[in-house]
């Protein structure tokens, strides 16, 4: 089991930045992929960035490339998500997740969630 905590959510102008944070409980944090998905009112979730268990390798949607960086320091359990150059598209209930599969870009194959973190962007 595994359960997720994410931080660092808020109002902000727009091109600002804002840095996400995921706390996870366990000790085998190191065994998850991890990703970030956002969901804006009335519009599906959807995939922001994902990084492998290692954090060698790194995907993002084309929306946020080139902006977002996810990250990840397994010796605290966290994963990160630094957001740079904000835009009011990107407001949402941004969610971390944790896969023991091989991750992907789909909600459903995440197994465990957090309870959301709040971004709203003014422009």
């Known amino acids: 089991q595994v359960q997720l905590v994410e931080s660092g959510g808020g109002l902000v102008q727009a091109g600002g930045s804002l840095r996400l944070s995921c706390a996870a409980s366990?000790?085998?944090?190191?065994?998850?992929?991890m990703s970030w998905f956002r969901q804006a009112p009335v519009k599906d979730r959807e995939f922001v960035a994902a990084?492998?268990?290692?954090?060698?390798?790194?995907y993002y949607a084309d929306s946020v490339k080139g902006r977002f960086t996810i990250s990840r320091d397994n010796a605290k359990n966290t994963v990160y998500l630094q957001m740079n150059s904000l835009k009011p598209e990107d407001t949402a209930v941004y969610y971390c997740?944790?896969?023991?599969?091989?991750?992907?870009?789909?909600?459903?194959?995440?197994?465990?969630w957090g309870q959301g973190t709040q971004i709203t962007v003014s422009s």
């Open positions: 990084i492998t268990r290692s954090g060698g390798i790194t």
């Open positions: 366990g000790r085998t944090f190191s065994s998850y992929g």
């Open positions: 997740a944790a896969t023991s599969a091989l991750g992907g870009r789909t909600p459903k194959v995440y197994n465990y």
